[in-house]
């Protein structure tokens, strides 16, 4: 069974950063592409950004396209978010998980971890 364990989350003023991290544990990590996701009260869960198996291609959504960065170490089983710029809409519980294809979103492992908590105060 796969898990998934995001971490790195917290309480920042509108325009510090955090770096958010994803353990995963298993044996195919390097296999697949790799993405962030966030939810919030009331939507729904929200692409946020998504990564190659090798890490050479990177795919984000519009709304944090040039503030985030996806990054992964495969040696280390862990995939990791840079956010800079924060902006209290940016305030989210977010998730990470296998997707089919870095521009695909269609996530592969059913259970999800528990994300971590991203609070933007203005």
């Known amino acids: 069974q796969v898990h998934l364990v995001e971490s790195g989350g917290g309480l920042v003023q509108a325009g510090g950063s955090l770096r958010l991290s994803c353990a995963v544990s298993?044996?195919?990590?390097?296999?697949?592409?790799m993405g962030w996701f966030r939810q919030v009260p009331g939507k729904g869960r929200e692409f946020v950004a998504a990564?190659?198996?090798?890490?050479?291609?990177?795919d984000y959504a519009d709304s944090v396209k040039g503030r985030f960065t996806i990054s992964r170490d495969n040696a280390k089983n862990t995939v990791y978010l840079q956010m800079n710029s924060l902006k209290p809409e940016d305030t989210a519980v977010y998730y990470c998980?296998?997707?089919?294809?870095?521009?695909?979103?269609?996530?592969?492992?059913?259970?999800w971890g528990q994300g971590t908590q991203v609070t933007v105060s203005s």
């Open positions: 990564i190659s198996w090798s890490g050479g291609s990177t």
């Open positions: 998980n296998a997707v089919a294809s870095y521009r695909s979103n269609i996530v592969l492992y059913e259970n």
């Open positions: 298993g044996r195919t990590f390097s296999s697949y592409a």
